[in-house]
């Protein structure tokens, strides 16, 4: 499967995109070059897609180590019916996710600042993650925050089946594949 962006999205996407590219020349929000952003972060972000357009409406989603809004604000644009939680404790990169807030009118997020293990559980009904911890730690994470039984999404790199799965968590892997970065993989951890 390869991640596919619907069309009416490109525009705030691109709003997004200049900000980031703005606020990344004066706080270093990410090393990644301009040119590889929508593949990297926001069409390897709509991979998550095919998996929130099952949730009802109403549905809370914490987003853990969300950084500048990764995969946080493209599924808020996609879903705008979803109740969004963008969790990171990097001070810089939350300033910067609460200006996209504004800029691009998202009420359904909201940003929290601080650690996973130390913000007030969430009893979200879905969980997401990119780049934000092994397994073990994003089932700690979602220990506290999810509900019981509720998915959380990890994206990873091609090598995800090679981590160990906290003992009585439930896991299945959904391959896709980026156009020019390869094979990734789509982690669904459950609560037991």
Not at 17 to 28: E, G, I, P, Q
Not at 64 to 69: I, K, V, Y
Not at 94 to 100: E, G, I, K, T
Not at 134 to 145: D, F, K, N, V, Y
Request: net charge neutral.
């Amino acid at each position: 499967m390869v991640p596919q962006l619907p069309e009416e999205l490109l525009p705030k996407i691109q709003v997004y995109l200049d900000l980031l590219d703005r606020w990344n020349k004066t706080h270093a929000l990410t090393s990644l070059a301009a040119t590889d952003r929508m593949e990297e972060l926001i069409l390897d972000s709509s991979a998550l897609f095919p998996f929130v357009s099952r949730l009802p409406a109403g549905t809370r989603v914490v987003d853990f180590g969300s950084g500048m809004g990764i995969p946080a604000v493209p599924i808020a644009l996609f879903r705008p019916d979803l109740d969004i939680r963008a969790m990171d404790k990097a001070k810089k990169k939350m300033a910067f996710l609460r200006q996209v807030v504004m800029e691009l009118a998202l009420p359904n997020l909201t940003v929290l600042e601080g650690r996973a293990e130390d913000l007030p559980p969430q009893e979200a009904g879905a969980g997401t993650a990119k780049a934000a911890g092994s397994p073990t730690l994003l089932a700690t994470w979602w220990s506290r925050h999810g509900q019981k039984g509720a998915p959380l999404w990890a994206l990873k790199g091609p090598s995800a089946e090679s981590e160990p799965i906290p003992e009585g968590w439930t896991c299945t892997l959904h391959p896709y594949r980026l156009p020019t970065r390869g094979f990734r993989q789509i982690l669904e951890l459950h609560k037991p």
